[in-house]
C-alpha cells in the first residue's frame, strides 16, 4: 500500500510502504463549523483504514494556506488535499457560479439536484487543472445580517457589503451596496471598524464570528445554498495504490453524506444561538423577498450569457 515515489513541497512525502505518508489538508473555516469537522472525519477514515499509512494532516482556519490560494496550492502540488468554497472560483470558470445565484436553488432537496447537474462540468474543470473532486459539503442557506431591520432593499442603500466571491460582489452592487471584499476570519474586525455593515451569510458563520457582538438583526431570507469542495493534487492521488485510492474515495463518499445529512440539522441550531445571544431573527417582507427575487433572475440571466452552452446544460439537466 503507498507506493509513492516522490515527495510534494509540504509533508515531506517519503518513498517506500514501510513509513507513513504524510499528506496535508488546508480548509479555510474554523473547527466550529460542519465543513470542518467533516474534514477532520474524512481523515481519520482515512488514517484507520489505511491502518496509519495514509496520515491526512487537517489545517483549520486558513491556518496553513490563506483561503482564496488553497486551489493554486493543491494544483501546484503544494498541498495535496484541500477545501475551498466552491464560488470563489467563479472567476476562473461561470460553472463554479452555480449554486452562489440567489434564488436559483433555496431548498436543501434543490441544492442537491443542482449540484447533481453541475458536477460532471466541475469535475471535467477540476481534472484540466490537475485536480480531482472528492467530495461538497453544503452551508446553510445564506440570509441577511444587519445592524437595523430591513424591510426593502431601500433600507441597505449605500452601505458596505461583504463579499466573498465575485457572485456576492455582483449581487452587492444589484442590491444597492458597495461591495467589500472580507473573509471569514476577518468579519467581526470589518463591521466593527466600519469596512462593512451588513452582509450574506450563513447562519453558521455568524455563529462562529459571534455576530451577536456587532449585527442585531438576522433576515432569513434563504436565498441561496452554497459548497464547499474538497479537492486533492491528481498527480499525488495516482501515485497512490489502488487500494488506498479506494478508502480516499470511499471516506470521500462517506463525508459528502455526512455533510447533506447533517446540514439541515446544523442551520436551525445556529439560528437557535443567534436568538439565544439576542438577535432579531426574523421572516423576510413581501418587498424585500420580491426584490431579490428580481436580482436572483437577472443574475441567472447574466450566469448563462457569460457560458451559454455550458450553463445551458447545467440549467437544462437541474430543470428537467
Known amino acids: 500500500m503507498l507506493k509513492v515515489t516522490s515527495a510534494l ?25 460542519l465543513p470542518t469537522q467533516i474534514a477532520y472525519s474524512f481523515a481519520q477514515e482515512i488514517k484507520d483504514k489505511t491502518q496509519g499509512e495514509l496520515d ?3 489545517h483549520s482556519g486558513g491556518s496553513l494556506v490563506k483561503h482564496t490560494e488553497i ?44 449540484w447533481e447537474a453541475a458536477k460532471p ?15 461538497a459539503v453544503a452551508w446553510p442557506a445564506q440570509s441577511l445580517y444587519s445592524e437595523a431591520p430591513v424591510n426593502s432593499l431601500a433600507d441597505l442603500a449605500g452601505t458596505k457589503m461583504r463579499a466573498y466571491s465575485p457572485s456576492t460582489s455582483r449581487l452587492a452592487d444589484l442590491m444597492g451596496t458597495t461591495p467589500t471584499t472580507v473573509q471569514v476570519p476577518d468579519i467581526p474586525q470589518a463591521f466593527s471598524t466600519g469596512i462593512i455593515q451588513t452582509m450574506i451569510t450563513s447562519p453558521s458563520t455568524g455563529v462562529d464570528s459571534q455576530a451577536w457582538d456587532y ?27 489502488k487500494a488506498t485510492q479506494q478508502i480516499i474515495l470511499d471516506a470521500a463518499k462517506n463525508a459528502e453524506a455526512e455533510g ?3 446540514v439541515a440539522a446544523r442551520a436551525a441550531k445556529d439560528k437557535a444561538t443567534l436568538i439565544e445571544n439576542g438577535m432579531t431573527v426574523a421572516e423576510p417582507s ?22 451559454p452552452k455550458d450553463i445551458g446544460a447545467i440549467l437544462s439537466r437541474y430543470e428537467n
Open 56 to 58: 491526512v494532516t487537517v
Open 71 to 114: 486551489p493554486r496550492s493543491v494544483k501546484s502540488g503544494q498541498v495535496q488535499m484541500g477545501e475551498v468554497f466552491l464560488g470563489i472560483l467563479g472567476n476562473e470558470n461561470p460553472i463554479y457560479k452555480h449554486d452562489n445565484i440567489p434564488f436559483l436553488a433555496t431548498t436543501f432537496e434543490d441544492a442537491k439536484k443542482l
Open 9 to 33: 513541497l509540504i509533508g515531506g512525502l517519503v518513498s517506500g510502504a514501510s513509513f507513513a505518508e504524510k499528506w496535508h489538508m488546508p480548509t479555510p473555516y474554523g473547527d466550529g463549523n
Open 260 to 262: 447533506w445529512t447533517k
Open 286 to 307: 413581501a418587498q424585500l423577498l420580491k426584490e431579490l427575487q428580481a436580482i436572483g433572475k437577472a443574475m441567472t440571466e447574466e450566469w448563462k450569457a457569460e457560458a
Open 121 to 135: 462540468a466541475v469535475s471535467q474543470q477540476l481534472d484540466k487543472d490537475g485536480m480531482m473532486m472528492l467530495y
Open 215 to 241: 449585527v442585531k438583526n438576522y433576515t432569513d431570507v434563504q436565498a441561496w445554498i452554497p459548497k464547499n469542495i474538497v479537492v486533492v493534487n491528481k498527480r499525488a492521488f495516482r501515485r497512490l495504490d
